[in-house]
């Protein structure tokens, strides 16, 4: 099969963080005028910072002495580097309150993780030794992310400083990031994926003190709090939205699961995305999550990673730091898993041609060479069928009844403004009991097979369908399969 990849929907030029022209544009309500912009820029020293037990549990946020937050120096939700002396000591977002004290303050914890250091006078203030800026160099307030001209670059070059890498080639329809490099080997799962083919997958990766394992205290911002203006890379991918986007992630703290697939994206879209992570680790023990209420949703608006996609749909990914990011074989299973189901949007159909004037309407690889072929090894089936009262049924998998053999499935539609939204699918057993052989759509909890309904439903137009379809014997090997619209 000779695929052809369908780099659709919104296309940007190719863009590196060091290149000239790649900054975003500012957002409405944070333009400001030439003088203000002066004024915006500020590094300041000789500074001091003490604790506000009221900011306890904001662990990430800092208050402003109210001087610097009302004339817009440090403006609010936007983020700060602390420094002592030559030291990158913390990171924190600018909150919407000013300060009490006329100091900068910050929690307890905030302010032991984030500030203190070995001689100063007390464990709830500092001396006025603090160095407090809004730039990561003169004049580029409020970015305060150097770019960087690698993932190298980014990775192992970014001591005592923030920097990100950011890449983004014309048509490019996914972009993978990662905004906690210190959440160790996410940035591993970027790199993987973008280096397989820079000009696909697009990408935004931060550098923070060398990526230094243990540090989450001191640099972690939230995901919904991660501002476009301080990060201007990630700030270029808000401004000139991206179709897909991909946020890898690490913690410890959830004991309910090993994979948490969330973020803004449609639930029958994180549901197929999970069938997938699972059966590439093909490992029971290994929980893989996508509903709602596990863990970290990720479906703040204002989670990054959905303010960068098309519509806001952006896929989270919340691993296991050691039973998944700590073992590179699972950390590059469910990367490669991940970047399957969107390979399997962009590549071509495998069927020709891709419209018909009326249904019924089937059409079957007649091989398995669909497994071999393009970088979606599934078959990739697709149609333009008119609309007509009611709707279509849909049917996929494989295309003959064997016992033992199974099927995945993700239908999709094409939704006219720009983007695949998954309608439904699931797993496939097929059975045969002696009698009849028959396919048997799954009932797991949480994994229940999806069948679409009233697709096409109308008395004119048309709608675009397309299936992806991973049909295999009983030793895994890939056979037929089939699309099928009634």
Not at 111 to 138: C, H, K, M, Q
Not at 162 to 191: C, L, N
Not at 441 to 457: D, I
């Amino acid at each position: 099969m000779n695929r052809k990849s369908l780099l659709l929907g919104i296309a940007a030029p190719l863009c590196m963080t060091a290149a000239v022209g790649c900054a975003p544009e500012p957002e409405r309500e944070e333009e400001v005028s030439p003088v203000a912009t002066d004024r915006q820029s500020l590094v300041l020293t000789g500074q001091k910072f003490v604790v506000n037990s009221v900011m306890n549990g904001d662990d990430e946020r800092c208050r402003v002495p109210s001087s610097l937050l009302t004339a817009g120096n440090f403006q609010a939700n936007r983020q700060l580097l602390i420094r002592r002396g030559t030291t990158l000591r913390g990171i924190c977002t600018v909150d919407v309150v000013a300060s009490t004290s006329g100091d900068f303050e910050m929690s307890s914890a905030g302010f032991l993780n984030r500030v203190r250091i070995i001689g100063d006078p007390s464990l709830t203030a500092t001396g006025n030794t603090v160095e407090v800026a809004n730039e990561y160099a003169a004049g580029t307030a409020p970015g305060i992310a150097e770019p960087a001209s690698s993932l190298t670059d980014a990775n192992t070059n970014s001591s005592g400083k923030v920097k990100e890498y950011t890449a983004r080639a014309s048509g490019a329809q996914v972009a993978y990031t990662v905004p906690h490099p210190f959440e160790k080997y996410t940035f591993e799962q970027a790199e993987l994926i973008h280096n397989a083919d820079p000009v696909r997958n697009a990408i935004w990766a931060l550098g923070i003190d060398n990526n230094v394992s243990g540090t989450l205290n001191r640099y972690h911002i939230t995901a919904a709090e991660i501002s476009g203006a301080s990060f201007p890379g990630l700030g270029s991918f808000i401004s000139s939205q991206i179709t897909n986007a991909v946020s890898f992630h690490g913690e410890l703290s959830c004991t309910t699961s090993e994979v948490r697939v969330g973020g803004a994206i449609e639930p029958a879209f994180r549901q197929g995305v999970a069938e997938i992570i699972r059966e590439e680790l093909n490992d029971p023990t290994l929980r893989v999550h996508w509903s709602s209420g596990i863990c970290f949703d990720g479906t703040a608006p204002t989670n990054f990673v959905n303010a960068m996609s098309v519509n806001g749909r952006g896929l989270q990914l919340e691993q296991d730091s050691t039973l998944i990011l700590g073992n590179a074989t699972r950390r590059n299973q469910v990367a490669t898993a991940t970047k399957s189901v969107f390979d399997c949007l962009i590549d071509g159909a495998d069927n020709s041609p891709t419209s018909t004037p009326s249904t019924p309407w089937s059409v079957s690889s007649g091989t398995a060479a669909y497994a071999t072929s393009g970088d979606c090894k599934r078959y990739i089936a697709e149609i333009e069928v008119p609309n007509v009262p009611g709707g279509h049924t849909l049917s996929a998998g494989a295309s003959t009844c064997v016992d033992g053999r199974t099927a995945h499935v993700d239908y999709y539609r094409w939704t006219g403004v720009g983007y695949w939204a998954r309608i439904g699918g699931g797993n496939i057993t097929y059975v045969d009991d002696g009698t009849t052989c028959s396919a048997q759509l799954s009932v797991e909890p949480s994994y229940t097979y999806l069948q679409p309904s009233s697709v096409g439903s109308g008395s004119t137009g048309t709608t675009r369908l397309r299936a992806v379809v991973r049909a295999s014997d009983s030793s895994g090997a890939a056979v037929p399969a089939f699309f099928s619209v009634m």
